[in-house]
């Protein structure tokens, strides 16, 4: 079955690259096409988009100000952050606010399939470009409040060694491939591990990992 997407930048130049990108990645087709945020929200209604690859910088609408109404209106839609910037603290608040991945736009057609695959299959996916920044603003977080002593996560070391990698932005088949397990294993111990925590996204799961030392900046 096909996954349909929806484009959504102020840039004409943008749209038509990730639409030539699209092309040439089997099982995924653009349907529809908005620049600014009233477009988004019309489009949307009228589409029904499995994923929308947003760009944070529109100029009528804050892209942040975009993923909360997204949030709103269509939750079941996911949403592939696709933007120039690095900063991380605007990462981090686009994972919280709902976002399911995050990629650079001089991302590789091999990267935005390696995305669009993930959140199809109901995975996170942040670029390697900017998993470290992620970890960092997550340390630095750690480091600036004083955080509510969590009780014992009881991980399992394969729990452990998958957490790790799911927080440097592996997808599961990637952790499958790299650990010699089945696809359906990863997704089990992934289960298991949010329902431990408690926590169900990528952001969460950063700042939980930082601040139990489970990883680090020099790992």
């Given at each position: 079955?096909?996954?349909?997407?929806?484009?959504?930048?102020?840039?004409?130049?943008?749209?038509?690259?990730?639409?030539?990108?699209?092309?040439?990645?089997?099982?995924?087709?653009?349907?529809?096409?908005?620049?600014?945020?009233?477009?988004?929200?019309?489009?949307?209604?009228?589409?029904?988009?499995?994923?929308?690859?947003?760009?944070?910088?529109?100029?009528?609408?804050?892209?942040?100000?975009?993923?909360?109404?997204?949030?709103?209106?269509r939750p079941q839609s996911k949403v592939l952050i696709l933007s120039m910037h690095t900063?991380?603290?605007?990462?981090?608040?686009?994972?919280?606010?709902?976002?399911?991945?995050?990629?650079?736009?001089?991302?590789?057609?091999?990267?935005?399939?390696?995305?669009l695959e993930a959140l199809r299959n109901d995975e996170r996916y942040l670029s390697p470009?900017?998993?470290?920044?992620?970890?960092?603003?997550?340390?630095?977080?750690?480091?600036?409040?004083?955080?509510?002593?969590?009780?014992?996560?009881?991980?399992?070391?394969?729990?452990?060694?998958?957490?790790?990698?799911?927080?440097?932005?592996?997808?599961?088949?990637?952790?499958?491939?790299?650990?010699?397990?089945?696809?359906?294993?990863?997704?089990?111990?992934?289960?298991?591990?949010?329902?431990?925590?408690?926590?169900?996204?990528?952001?969460?799961?950063?700042?939980?990992?930082?601040?139990?030392?489970?990883?680090?900046?020099?790992?």
């Open positions: 079955m096909t996954c349909n997407l929806l484009l959504v930048d102020d840039h004409s130049l943008i749209r038509a690259g990730v639409r030539a990108l699209v092309l040439d990645i089997p099982g995924y087709a653009v349907i529809g096409e908005a620049n600014d945020g009233a477009q988004l929200l019309e489009a949307v209604e009228r589409l029904n988009p499995d994923i929308i690859l947003l760009d944070l910088s529109m100029r009528d609408t804050g892209g942040l100000d975009a993923l909360r109404q997204l949030q709103a209106v900063d991380p603290q605007l990462i981090m608040q686009a994972l919280e606010i709902g976002a399911h991945g995050y990629l650079l736009k001089d991302t590789t057609a091999t990267e935005l399939a390696q995305a470009a900017i998993a470290h920044t992620v970890i960092n603003q997550a340390l630095t977080q750690v480091q600036r409040h004083s955080l509510v002593e969590t009780e014992t996560h009881n991980l399992t070391g394969r729990q452990l060694e998958i957490l790790r990698l799911i927080v440097r932005g592996k997808s599961t088949r990637e952790i499958a491939n790299g650990l010699g397990l089945s696809i359906k294993t990863v997704e089990t111990h992934r289960s298991q591990i949010m329902k431990r925590l408690q926590i169900f996204d990528v952001a969460g799961l950063v700042l939980f990992a930082v601040r139990e030392r489970i990883i680090s900046l020099d790992d």
